[in-house]
């Protein structure tokens, strides 16, 4: 277990690698001079000279890109050109609301999508079973920002049951916290939930077909014992599969649900730095997302042993 988690971790250098040398090409990839194009059409000849000198582009490239991952390696991502900030410390601050979305969102999505596609999977060709793959269908299809304004319009201006947009601090008391991020999280749950039942119901119906359940029935067990504690455990590898990828995928989605419902997260940061054309913190939130990309795919691995003992490193 030991060397094997070890072996993953090692494999992982390699991939940050090759992502650290395209982050470092984005800006210099970038058509025409990076340092114009940041300091915009007016700014004088001395501007832009100061904003290569800034980010460096006034030195060799292969200097530029050893002192760049030498700096990562220490943990400076470079200071934003807009504000002045260090960009490790934007993304720590802004990171409570994406990391609470994300999770907010992913528990909403395990509770719906679970049950609805074990109970697609049990209820294989009659109506429940085309009912709830048609609605899983109709969300998964749906733009994120159409959702969410049409529950901004419906439970914020319509009804005024819950602020149009913003965020609060789970310090600030649960109440207020879940207030701004219920609606967030359904708008972008509803696809990854939908998502999530197809697999389950995919996943289980497999396992349904084996001849242990068909055992287990025999033996006069309970339909909620077959599902939940017979099939579902030996469908949990793929369904957990799809866990970990749609977490992976709701990288995107936050950054569409930030902007619409104005959350000062991570997503919101990445639109307005390259609004503002701010490479630094591009470069950084890339190579954050990418970090805890790697990060997810290694939980799930090491997720599958404890799910199915009978998988070997």
Do not use: C
Not at 4 to 33: E, N
Not at 181 to 208: C, F, N, Q, T, W
Not at 235 to 260: K, M, Q, Y
Not at 264 to 280: E, K, Q, S
């Amino acid at each position: 277990m030991l060397g094997y988690v070890v072996t993953r971790t090692l494999s992982a250098v390699p991939v940050m690698a090759v992502v650290a040398t395209i982050v470092f090409l984005l800006l210099h990839l970038t058509p025409g001079d990076p340092a114009t194009i940041i300091a915009g059409e007016q700014a004088t000849a001395a501007e832009i000279e100061r904003i290569r000198t800034t980010l460096g582009l006034d030195q060799p490239l292969l200097k530029q890109f050893v002192t760049w991952l030498l700096n990562i390696l220490s943990g400076d991502l470079g200071h934003s050109i807009y504000s002045g900030k260090p960009v490790t410390e934007l993304i720590v601050q802004r990171l409570e609301p994406t990391v609470s979305l994300a999770l907010l969102t992913l528990s909403i999505a395990i509770v719906i999508a679970v049950p609805t596609g074990v109970i697609a999977a049990w209820k294989e060709g009659t109506w429940v079973d085309w009912t709830l793959m048609f609605l899983a269908i109709l969300f998964f299809s749906m733009p994120i920002f159409i959702t969410g304004y049409i529950l901004i319009y419906n439970f914020s201006v319509q009804w005024r049951l819950l602020p149009v947009q913003g965020f609060r601090s789970i310090s600030d008391g649960i109440g207020p916290f879940l207030s701004h991020m219920i609606l967030p999280a359904i708008s972008l749950g509803m696809v990854y939930a939908s998502l999530l039942a197809r697999m389950s119901r995919s996943a289980m119906l497999e396992v349904l077909h084996q001849d242990y359940i068909r055992t287990a029935r025999a033996k006069g067990l309970g339909t909620g014992k077959v599902l939940f504690l017979h099939a579902l455990k030996n469908a949990a590898v793929p369904i957990i599969t799809t866990i970990g990828i749609g977490l992976i995928l709701l990288i995107s989605g936050v950054v569409v649900v930030e902007s619409v419902f104005a959350i000062p997260g991570i997503g919101r940061l990445t639109v307005d730095a390259i609004l503002r054309r701010d490479y630094p913190i591009i470069q950084g939130v890339i190579l954050f997302f990418s970090f805890v990309y790697v990060i997810i795919n290694l939980l799930i691995d090491l997720t599958y042993r404890l799910v199915d003992p009978r998988i070997k490193y």
